[in-house]
């Protein structure tokens, strides 16, 4: 079954995304990491950075400088090109991605706080068809609409904590809050016909639990491993989910409405994480993330009609287990040893591959595979040498046999604003 006819070409949807796999699930899976971490593709398990929030692993907020207050936001613009059967057309977004900051509150004890998204739902496509198409007396044309729009995000608190050298702890608390709607309008070109139109909604708000744990080993004199852990739980979101069916009459255009409830039918899947980082010299840092999202447990409510019976209930078999991996590095050519700006740039890399999560009518979904590059820039002037500009580009392809294609051009900005804060002044 084909996913597309007609894509909305809008100039901007502020949702993020007009991707039409929005319309599964709690929708599409936002990218996640600050401005440093996207110029990786995402990369961040394993990174602990003295200057930089990386919100990935709660336990490298330890790593903050101690005389440092760390705002950072980010915001994206990206074209995406979706191609179905030698159809092809384009939808531009932009987006404000997350706002986050981070400061030492106490000896190796770091503390975050932000808001930053889960998930973006945003699509508006139809597709037609012909009744009986052999049949010049008796075929008729219908048409499905689909629509949809909302998203999850999670406003946190977080903190990092290394009670000996080498060990660090931490987690997140996040209230997780949002909602959808959706809607699917079937109608007939016979005059003759009943409309009918279904409406999804679930409003959301509970709370988001995450753990993570980094230990760092010294190799060599200028060579560090750091390996990082993360744990994500999973649990029911307590939310109840609604349809609403509406059969509207073409003659005397009056609607039959019923609706359905189904109650506590979404669920946060369990996800876990695991990477490292090689530094050399704090010039070149290398690492690899692999993280799981057992979206396979979790169940969905679906509307289902079968034999004259209608139902809408939860339904397991609707996901699978989400795999990625994640490999990526940051060089700067002299560090924060060099008065040059062209020497203390950081020229960033990243590459990903996830597996399919979707499962859509009995097949696999769309698996995804991703490319970053990016730069570092500091902000160097007579007040501040401290701040950094972080730009990257991303390229992000979603494809599945038999499904619309997507490829994706994202330009990712985030501004590191890092404040020299609870220095002791000194007067003579």
Not at 130 to 139: A, F, K
Not at 415 to 420: A, D, K
């Amino acid at each position: 079954m084909a996913l597309m006819a007609a894509i909305s070409n809008s100039a901007f949807a502020q949702s993020g995304t007009n991707s039409p796999y929005s319309q599964f699930g709690l929708g599409m899976l936002t990218e996640q990491g600050a401005g440093f971490s996207r110029g990786m593709n995402g990369l961040g398990l394993g990174f602990r950075e003295h200057n930089q929030v990386n919100y990935l692993n709660p336990a490298s907020l330890s790593a903050i400088d101690s005389l440092s207050f760390i705002f950072d936001a980010g915001f994206s613009g990206q074209i995406t090109n979706f191609s179905e059967n030698g159809v092809r057309k384009n939808a531009n977004n932009a987006t404000f991605d997350y706002v986050v900051a981070g400061f030492r509150a106490a000896k190796h004890f770091g503390v975050s706080f932000g808001l930053i998204p889960f998930t973006n739902i945003g699509y508006n496509y139809a597709t037609t068809e012909t009744l009986n198409p052999n049949s010049s007396n008796t075929s008729k044309a219908y048409s499905n609409t689909y629509n949809g729009e909302g998203g999850l995000h999670d406003v946190y608190l977080g903190f990092g904590w290394e009670p000996f050298k080498g060990f660090s702890f931490g987690a997140t608390v996040g209230f997780l809050w949002g909602n959808y709607t959706r809607s699917v309008i079937n109608s007939y070109s016979d005059a003759y016909v009943n409309t009918l139109a279904k409406y999804y909604t679930a409003s959301v708000s509970n709370y988001k639990l995450d753990f993570g744990v980094q230990y760092t080993a010294k190799l060599k004199e200028k060579d560090q491993l750091t390996i990082g852990l993360t744990y994500g739980l999973g649990h029911k979101l307590n939310a109840d989910a609604s349809c609403k069916v509406v059969s509207t009459n073409s003659q005397t255009v009056t609607a039959d409405t019923t609706s359905y409830i189904a109650a506590k039918a979404l669920e946060m899947p369990t996800s876990i994480g695991a990477g490292f980082m090689w530094n050399h010299h704090d010039m070149l840092k290398f690492g690899v993330d692999y993280s799981l999202q057992k979206w396979g447990t979790t169940e969905f409510p679906q509307y289902n009609e079968s034999n004259g019976n209608v139902s809408y209930m939860k339904t397991s078999g609707l996901f699978k287990d989400r795999h990625k991996i994640t490999a990526g590095f940051d060089f700067t050519p002299m560090s924060k040893r060099s008065r040059s700006l062209f020497n203390r740039i950081h020229y960033r890399a990243g590459v990903s591959y996830a597996t399919p999560y979707l499962v859509i009518n009995g097949q696999d979904g769309p698996k995804e595979i991703s490319a970053t590059v990016g730069f570092g820039i500091p902000i160097m002037n007579a007040y501040n040498n401290r701040s950094m500009l972080n730009i990257s580009a991303q390229w992000v392809n979603q494809s599945a046999t038999g499904f619309i294609k997507e490829n994706t051009f994202r330009i990712n900005i985030g501004l590191t604003f890092n404040e020299r804060w609870f220095a002791k002044w000194k007067v003579e």
